[in-house]
Every structure is written in C-alpha cells, then in structure tokens.
C-alpha cells in the first residue's frame, strides 16, 4: 500500500488548509486511516483517525472542533480540513493506515506511513 499526502502549505493564524492522502496498491476500504503529526523537535502526536466506513472519527481533544477526518472511498483518498490554524499547529502531518476495523490512536500501530506534508502557520 502507497500513501501520498498532500495540500501542505504556508498559512496565516486563523487561516485554513485540507490535506489529502490518495492511496493506491490496496483495498483502500480495508484500511483505518489515520493523521499523525510532528511539530519540530517533538515526538509525533496523534492527530485524528476513522475506520474503513468514515464511521468512529477519533480526535485528539484539544483539536476536535477544529479539524475534521474525512474519507471518499470511491477516489481512495482521505482528506483533513483544519480549520482556525494556530502557530503551534505547525508540524509535518502523516497519513497513516492500518489493516484494522478500530483505527488506533497509537502511531506506533499504523503499518503504512506517507511521506508528510509540512503545515507552516505564520503571520
């Protein structure tokens, strides 16, 4: 399974973006997804994930409201729109998929990484 992320970019405060994940070399509905991301310096952090039906969306707390995990399964692509970014949003942000019916919050359980896209939130 091939994961490809994109729709990273530099954002002001307050600003917008959606990522997306288009996966090929698989049954894309056999998959949990998941976003996972590393801010500079940090250990990565668990971002928001879904199961293969888009159903029992996960989030960390202090980011539900703001971002929201989506699937399409008829284009294989799973996106995340962030919303009301703030400075200490910035990091690289992965998508992630597991071959599981309960997407895990534990990045080290994810079998299948792209290669990140960078979210820059600055004025």
């Known amino acids: 399974v091939q994961l490809q992320a994109s729709g990273g970019g530099l954002v002001q405060p307050g600003g917008s973006l959606r990522l997306s994940c288009a996966v090929s070399?698989?049954?894309?509905?056999?998959?949990?997804m998941g976003w996972i991301r590393q801010a500079p310096g940090k250990e990565r952090e668990f971002v928001a994930a879904?199961?293969?039906?888009?159903?029992?969306?996960n989030y960390t707390p202090s980011l539900k409201g703001r971002f929201t995990i989506s699937r399409d399964n008829a284009k294989n692509t799973m996106y995340l729109q962030m919303n009301s970014l703030k400075p200490e949003d910035t990091a690289v942000y992965y998508c992630?998929?597991?071959?599981?019916?309960?997407?895990?919050?534990?990045?080290?359980?994810?079998?299948?990484w792209g290669q990140g896209t960078l979210v820059t939130v600055s004025s």
């Open positions: 070399g698989g049954t894309f509905t056999d998959y949990s």
């Open positions: 879904l199961n293969w039906s888009g159903g029992s969306p």
């Open positions: 992630a998929a597991v071959r599981h019916p309960t997407p895990p919050v534990f990045p080290d359980l994810y079998d299948y």
